[in-house]
T-cell receptor
Framework: GQSLEQPSEVTAVEGAIVQINCTYQ??????LSWYQQHDGGAPTFLSY????GLEETGRFSSFLSRSDSYGYLLLQELQMKDSASYFC????????????FGQGTTLQVKP | NAGVTQTPKFRVLKTGQSMTLLCAQD?????MYWYRQDPGMGLRLIHY???????AKGEVPDGYNVSRLKKQNFLLGLESAAPSQTSVYFC???????????????FGPGTRLTVL
């Protein structure tokens, strides 16, 4: 089976840096994705890591260590609009594109 | 492009009633998915499709049926609604880039269903 763990809530102040961790257990690994969801709206794709290391996209970066079954999402220069839920997801086995999602981390950015 | 659209946006059902949720995408994606999201929880896969005319079960398929008669549409049916099916339902579509394992899913705005 596959399972993911991430913290349920994180709080940070505007302008700060925050890291959201994700550990996973999978029978086969095909990459770790991150999605953002505002107030129950449509989740939107943020990043994807298939190989170890850091991927940077603007203020957001995502890191993967396959040997540790661990990844994180790093948000820099936090803005109020970054308050949202963040989900890590692993791609399921087989060529189906299925994603198994973690339960999500609610990030609250305070002034 | 409209992306992924879902109808209806809201619905209230009584226990035992049936309904169909419609998902449409205009991105020519092969793969489509139905998820449910309950308060404080992540997205759980109900059913999915890897192409027109094909469907498969996800993590929580019981009580639901699906059909993909056309590539752009993916229907989710509840034959006899139960209060446990009160949830927000998201449809998504995606494709896997040739030569890589990269896949990105595009989500619709969701359908908020309450079963009384």
């Amino acid at each position: 089976g596959q399972s993911l763990e991430q913290p349920s809530e994180v709080t940070a102040v505007e302008g700060a840096i925050v890291q959201i961790n994700c550990t996973y257990q999978t029978s086969g690994f095909y990459g770790l994705s991150w999605y953002q969801q505002h107030d129950g709206g449509a989740p939107t794709f943020l990043s994807y890591n298939a190989l170890d290391g850091l991927e940077e996209t603007g203020r957001f970066s995502s890191f993967l260590s396959r040997s540790d079954s661990y990844g994180y999402l790093l948000l820099q220069e936090l803005q109020m609009k970054d308050s949202a839920s963040y989900f890590c997801a692993v791609r399921g086995s087989g060529n189906t594109g299925k994603l198994i999602f973690g339960q999500g981390t609610t990030l609250q950015v305070k002034p | 492009n409209a992306g992924v659209t879902q109808t209806p946006k809201f619905r209230v059902l009584k226990t035992g009633q049936s309904m169909t949720l419609l998902c449409a995408q205009d991105m020519n994606h092969e793969y489509m998915y139905w998820y449910r999201q309950d308060p404080g929880m992540g997205l759980r896969l109900i059913h999915y499709s890897v192409g027109e005319g094909t469907t498969a079960k996800g993590e929580v398929p019981d009580g639901y049926n699906v059909s993909r008669l056309k590539k752009q549409n993916f229907l989710l049916g509840l034959e006899s609604a139960a209060p446990s099916q009160t949830s927000v339902y998201f449809c998504a579509s995606g494709s896997i880039r040739e030569g890589s394992s990269y896949n990105e899913q595009f989500f619709g705005p969701g359908t908020r269903l309450t079963v009384l």
